[in-house]
């Protein structure tokens, strides 16, 4: 059981990226999943999270209506699309899983039982 975060870089400020979380022996189909990221020196915190269903999702304010969160169950892969990054954007981003209802979506990293090991994203000024 594994998952697995790519898609990190260094990106120019107002740039994009695309993270990838993907699964390896289960499925996420019925989990929900989530992006958390942690700054140096600081606590990690929930910046957007989905729903098994798809129908469900959260933002943090940081990054409403800058980052979108998606889900491709064919390919046991959820995304996180960021937009109009800043430099505090950087941070090093995971993703984690938990078996869910559909439209259950969890904010706070202690409700997942399964976590990637983190991509860097560094935006540069």
């Known amino acids: 059981v594994q998952l697995q975060a790519s898609g990190g870089g260094l990106v120019q400020v107002g740039g994009s990226v695309r993270l990838s979380c993907a699964a390896s022996?289960?499925?996420?189909?019925?989990?929900?999943v989530g992006w958390f990221r942690q700054a140096p020196g600081k606590e990690r915190e929930g910046v957007s999270c989905?729903?098994?269903?798809?129908?469900?999702?959260h933002y943090a304010d940081s990054v409403k209506g800058r980052f979108t969160i998606s889900r491709d169950n064919n390919k046991n892969t959820v995304y996180l699309q960021m937009n109009s990054l800043k430099p505090e954007d950087t941070a090093v981003y995971y993703c984690?899983?938990?078996?869910?209802?559909?439209?259950?979506?969890?904010?706070?990293?202690?409700?997942?039982?399964?976590w990637g090991q983190g991509t860097q994203v560094t935006v540069s000024s």
């Open positions: 989905i729903s098994s269903s798809g129908d469900g999702t």
């Open positions: 984690a899983a938990i078996q869910a209802t559909m439209t259950a979506c969890y904010r706070l990293g202690a409700h997942y039982k399964y």
């Open positions: 022996g289960f499925t996420l189909d019925y989990h929900a």
